[in-house]
């Protein structure tokens, strides 16, 4: 767990780290009924934001037209005490519409960190497809690094149950 803060908050730099790699995210929106909707998607950090290009039919999309808010969570799977919990507000920045500019260049880039040669030729076969660029910027950001409990969860003093 290097580099963990005492309370196990992940640092700046670690958290960039993290949010970098191939890791999927799981883009929670809220759906029209008021429950949660929950997805796994591809995401590219730019160190303040999260850009996502998603299925412009998508139920996701639906739910980001009518409600902005979102959550996402990004965990190390080999080593899922590393982790980040993103509640923030998605904009729609462009689409619907097929891969092309800044979206077909984002995607390209995931697609390669993501799935390799077999994503950028996925790419490049459906990019006529219909999607959008969506750009998530947090609103709260909760790290931890450590398999400690936060301290919140602590008894007051030691030896109390």
């Known amino acids: 767990m290097s580099g963990a803060t005492a309370s196990g908050a992940l640092t700046p730099e670690e958290l960039d780290v993290l949010l970098r790699r191939p890791l999927l995210a799981r883009l929670a929106t809220v759906g029209a009924d008021g429950f949660p909707s929950i997805a796994p998607v591809w995401h590219e950090w730019d160190g303040a934001a999260l850009w ?49 500019g800044r979206m077909l260049e984002l995607t390209r880039r995931m ?19 219909a999607r959008v660029l969506v750009r998530v910027d947090p609103v709260q950001l909760v790290t931890w690094g450590s398999p400690d409990w936060h301290d919140r969860y602590k008894p007051a003093t030691e030896g109390t149950p």
């Open 52 to 100: 996502l290009v998603l299925r412009a039919a998508g139920r996701l999309v639906e739910d980001i037209g009518r409600d902005d808010r979102v959550g996402l969570s990004v965990v190390d799977d080999a080593d899922p005490d590393r982790r980040v919990q993103i509640r923030g507000r998605a904009t729609i920045v462009e689409g619907p519409g097929p891969l092309r």
């Open 111 to 129: 697609a390669e960190r993501y799935e390799g040669a077999a994503g950028l030729e996925y790419t490049e076969r459906s990019a006529a497809w």
